[in-house]
């Protein structure tokens, strides 16, 4: 059974960091690009960032670029997106999905994915 689990969401205050992890059971991570998306109240889900399962290839959302990172642990079947510099407008649930289509290019389109965590949540605020 393909089953993702988030963690690491919290409270943080304006320029704080967070790592969010996504833990994968039931398939290999490294075999599916592996996306990380949010959505804040009232607003549609938007893509952060993901990775490639092809060759590895990540990519950001204007937003984030140059704070947030994506990476993955094959040995721990688990993708972590690292948030540094936070601001009051990163607030959302975040979740990660997996795209299934092997050794595929990532993209940001959540429509693009097929399984999902259920979502961690990410405060920013003094």
């Known amino acids: 059974q393909v089953q993702l689990v988030e963690s690491g969401g919290g409270l943080v205050q304006p320029g704080g960091s967070l790592r969010l992890s996504c833990a994968a059971s039931g398939f290999r991570l490294d075999y599916y690009s592996i996306g990380w998306f949010r959505q804040a109240p009232g607003k549609e889900r938007e893509g952060v960032s993901c990775i490639s399962s092809s060759d590895g290839s990540t990519y950001y959302a204007d937003s984030v670029k140059g704070r947030f990172t994506i990476s993955r642990d094959n040995a721990k079947n688990t993708v972590y997106l690292q948030m540094n510099s936070l601001k009051p407008e990163d607030t959302a649930v975040y979740y990660c999905?997996?795209?299934?289509?092997?050794?595929?290019?990532?993209?940001?389109?959540?429509?693009?994915?097929?399984?999902w965590g259920q979502g961690t949540q990410v405060t920013v605020s003094s």
């Open positions: 999905a997996a795209r299934n289509l092997l050794f595929s290019v990532c993209v940001l389109g959540q429509y693009e994915y097929d399984y």
